[in-house]
């Protein structure tokens, strides 16, 4: 069933949206923000660790992040675990399930978040109404496959040293891009678990990869999560460019 339950009165209303004030974000034009304080319903509350929308269920909802982290991810019979990408603020959750009837993947809060919630039935105005909203929408699902794409290169044809660097800091760098982190942040609230789970690797084998990082000095393991300590040389091994991207949408 996942964590969706009524939701609760707005605490955030699109006007005062902590997000539009961000640098990362395209603002809304007056009857755009219009239509989404009528179509956001309110916000839910997730704990760390809570699963927020299960493979297999059916929702009436979808949602933005508002605040906080969380993953996507899908489940094999015998318990094992592939995370297919991570969901920051600003980013859209169970769009697929609106869209497919089904959720073909689970959600699971990677700390705790609060999230606007929209009803899926009323999502066929925001396309007849407002173009550029649902351009937006276009915009963001192709932005997804794109970190697909990428995440598919990582498991079929980068080194295993490779991805770890890869996926560090392509983390860091959405949330950077997004200002949602600082420029000159390093620490990122992921576990190695995590890593793992996202990689295709063992455990054992990511310990061992993020050891051989770590005595290159590029990062280390902390209590928060993963510290990036040179990101520069991180970036150069994992052959990755840093985003241009002015601004993005979101709903």
């Known amino acids: ?6 939701a ?7 006007e005062m949206c902590p997000l539009r004030a961000r640098k990362g974000f395209r603002d809304f034009y007056p009857e755009e923000l219009a239509f989404v304080s009528r179509f956001k319903k309110g916000e839910l509350s997730v ?10 269920s059916r929702n009436p909802h979808f949602y933005t992040v508002l605040s906080g982290w969380g993953f996507r991810y899908k489940l094999m019979p015998d318990g094992r675990r592939q995370i297919v990408n991570f969901a920051m603020p600003g980013d859209l959750v169970g769009l697929q399930g609106s869209l497919m009837e089904e959720m ?9 978040m609060l999230l606007c919630v929209f009803e899926r039935k009323e999502l066929y105005g925001l396309y007849r109404h407002f173009p550029r909203l649902a351009y937006d929408l276009t915009w963001m699902a192709a932005r997804e496959e794109v970190m697909l794409d990428e995440n598919l290169l ?22 950077a891009s997004s200002g949602l982190w600082p420029k000159n942040a390093t620490e990122i609230p992921i576990t190695q678990q ?5 990689l295709g690797l063992s455990l054992v ?12 000095g590029l990062l280390k393991w902390v209590e928060g999560g993963c510290r990036v300590m040179d990101l520069k040389s991180l970036q150069r091994l994992a052959r ?8 993005r949408p979101f709903l």
Not at 8 to 14: D, N
Not at 205 to 216: F, G, S
Not at 240 to 247: F, I, M, N, R, V
């Open 1 to 6: 069933m996942g964590a969706d339950t009524a």
């Open 8 to 14: 609760p009165p707005v605490q955030y209303p699109c």
């Open 47 to 56: 704990q760390k660790g809570a699963t927020l929308l299960m493979e297999g």
């Open 104 to 112: 073909q993947h689970s959600v699971e809060a990677l700390s705790s």
């Open 154 to 175: 990582s498991v079929g044809r980068r080194t295993a040293v490779e991805r770890v660097a890869y996926l560090v800091a392509s983390i860091l760098d959405r949330a």
């Open 194 to 198: 995590q890593v793992a789970d996202t």
């Open 205 to 216: 084998h990511t310990n061992k990869i993020i050891r051989k990082l770590a005595e290159r």
């Open 240 to 247: 990755w460019e840093e985003s241009t991207l002015e601004s």
